[in-house]
């Protein structure tokens, strides 16, 4: 079977590369990543010289690479991860969301109605749903909670997934698509909570937590992610969408107490930052579906995830160094410099 995972190089892409690698010895897997900002050959690096990997450089929004790359390897399967996708950067500039998640998932499901494939999987999140109260703990996501976003990422992801869905209807393309809730890991990219903080702590930087630090969100350890998308392109149903969640809230100010704590660095270092507009208070996901048709549940709990999370920090040093150089560094003062 033929696998063309998008984004390929960026978090979860990279890590679901690595996780059907070493579960499928026949699957042959091609990355196809622009390689942004967020996309980082040197992630790629465990599975470069695997003979059932290879890597192009492309544009989803690329039409004629996209059909080129298609036509090379007529793939079984796309699990589209390429997207622009933090709720700050799309404030700042909501275009190339736009066009990256909108247009960009039209030229590959073009591609797939073109050159015919087993299945279509859309990769979204569960921020299309908008958010929940905090004081309404007994609500949660479900997959028939209506769309109700909040910031241009996350309207660009639901447009995608509409968009998606729409295929399915009109063309009859075999389509899936999951939303999960906040993903945590190895290979994190440093603008997220998690890896920001971990990076900051262990230079001994200020800690920037958003308005009280009281928003709630699902964290999701991002090797049980991948373990349900793999259920799913081999055996959930065409045109369905799943939820994904990892049973496990938490506000962003306790991860980071967490994060200090097993780092032994002072709770001092944190320091409060006028809040992000239109912030989401509660995410959370109900999972009955993908686990009573597929039989999926979250392994890994929070406490050892993020221990094994950290310890992978703390022992990939070079790797996250090199990308707090250079463009990251100017946006990230532009983000918290002056706040």
Not at 71 to 93: L, M, T, Y
Not at 132 to 143: A, C, G, N, Y
Not at 158 to 173: E, F, H, I, K, P
Not at 188 to 203: D, S, T, W, Y
């Amino acid at each position: 079977m033929t696998i063309i995972v998008t984004g390929g190089a960026g978090f979860i892409g990279s890590n679901f590369i690595f996780y059907i690698l070493k579960k499928y010895s026949q699957h042959r897997v091609i990355c196809l990543d622009k390689l942004t900002y967020a996309g980082n050959l040197a992630t790629l690096k465990p599975v470069i010289d695997n003979p059932n990997f290879s890597f192009c450089r492309a544009d989803i929004c690329d039409r004629e690479a996209v059909y080129k790359l298609f036509e090379e390897v007529q793939p079984d399967i796309i699990v589209n991860f390429a997207a622009e996708s933090h709720v700050d950067r799309s404030i700042e500039d909501p275009g190339v969301f736009l066009q990256t998640n909108i247009m960009g998932t039209a030229v590959l499901m073009d591609a797939c109605r073109k050159y015919g494939i087993e299945r279509y999987h859309q990769v979204s999140t569960d921020e299309v749903y908008g958010d929940l109260p905090l004081d309404r703990p007994d609500l949660f996501f479900t997959e028939t909670t209506p769309l109700h976003t909040s910031s241009p990422y996350s309207s660009s992801k639901a447009s995608a997934d509409l968009l998606v869905l729409a295929y399915s209807r009109t063309y009859g393309l075999p389509v899936s698509i999951s939303r999960c809730s906040n993903n945590y890991g190895p290979y994190h990219f440093p603008e997220k909570l998690i890896p920001l903080m971990i990076v900051n702590a262990l230079n001994d930087k200020l800690l920037p937590v958003y308005g009280n630090g009281g928003n709630v969100r699902d964290w999701l350890y991002v090797e049980d992610h991948c373990k349900a998308i793999d259920l799913i392109i081999h055996s959930g149903k065409a045109g369905e969408v799943y939820n994904i969640g990892g049973h496990n809230e938490m506000s962003n100010i306790d991860i980071v107490k967490i994060i200090c704590r097993e780092l032994g660095k002072p709770e001092s270092l944190i320091t409060y930052v006028p809040d992000r507009k239109g912030h989401d208070m509660r995410y959370a996901i109900d999972p009955t579906k993908i686990h009573s048709e597929l039989g999926w549940l979250p392994e890994i709990k929070f406490a050892d995830g993020i221990k094994k999370t950290i310890k992978w920090y703390l022992e990939n040093r070079s790797w996250w160094e090199a990308i707090i150089s250079g463009e990251y560094q100017k946006y990230y003062q532009k983000m918290y410099g002056d706040r």
